[in-house]
């Protein structure tokens, strides 16, 4: 028994099926996704830049620059809301000159909002690279953000400082690693 020949349509069914889950891995390995990686996936999949670009930028998952060093989420979600995390996002564009989406200039913080991180419990939560940081407020998130941001004489930066605790004794660090 012979093969049957797989159909052109097939193939280009199957190379188009693809193109998101490739997107996804180039995303988490690089942060982001640069020319060079869409160009790249075009080669390799026969498709062409413009249709994947196209595929990239209907899903706001994709950043198209590279990320800070220090990535922030704000979580906007209905506890966050309620708790002020809205606040964070302007504070970032007042102090850092940011807004949600942008990286400063010199590629030290890039922020962006989310819409849950799945810790109501302790909102409002901003997590910086995957660390959550719970009940925070203006103030402690201000100094988080400046413990974060490397110092002038070149020393490491201080720890960040905690938020408050629940009445259960589960601080900041007590929800999920994301």
């Known amino acids: 028994?012979?093969?049957r020949p797989v159909p052109v349509r097939e193939k280009v069914r199957e190379r188009r099926t693809s193109l998101l889950p490739l997107l996804l891995q180039v995303h988490e390995a690089e942060g982001y996704l640069s020319p060079e990686s869409i160009t790249r996936l075009s080669r390799q999949l026969r498709i062409s830049e413009n249709?994947?670009?196209g595929v990239a930028t209907f899903h706001p998952q994709?950043?198209?620059r590279p990320p800070g060093k220090y990535r922030i989420q704000v979580c906007l979600g209905n506890s966050c809301h309620v708790g002020g995390g809205q606040n964070f996002t302007e504070a970032m564009k007042i102090h850092k000159g940011i807004g949600e989406g942008?990286?400063?200039a010199d590629g030290t913080f890039s922020l962006e909002g989310v819409a849950c991180v799945g810790c109501c419990?302790?909102?409002p939560v901003?997590?910086?690279n995957g660390e959550v940081h719970g009940r925070m407020n203006r103030?402690?998130?201000m100094r988080l953000i400046e413990s974060l941001a490397p110092s002038r004489e070149g020393t490491e930066p201080s720890p960040a400082p905690a938020a408050g605790k629940s009445r259960d004794g589960a601080g900041p660090d007590a929800g999920p690693k994301m």
Do not use: H, L, N, S
């Open 1 to 3: 028994m012979t093969a």
């Open 51 to 53: 249709e994947i670009y």
């Open 62 to 64: 994709f950043r198209f």
């Open 102 to 104: 942008e990286t400063t």
């Open 121 to 123: 419990a302790m909102a």
């Open 126 to 128: 901003v997590v910086v």
């Open 139 to 141: 103030v402690t998130f």
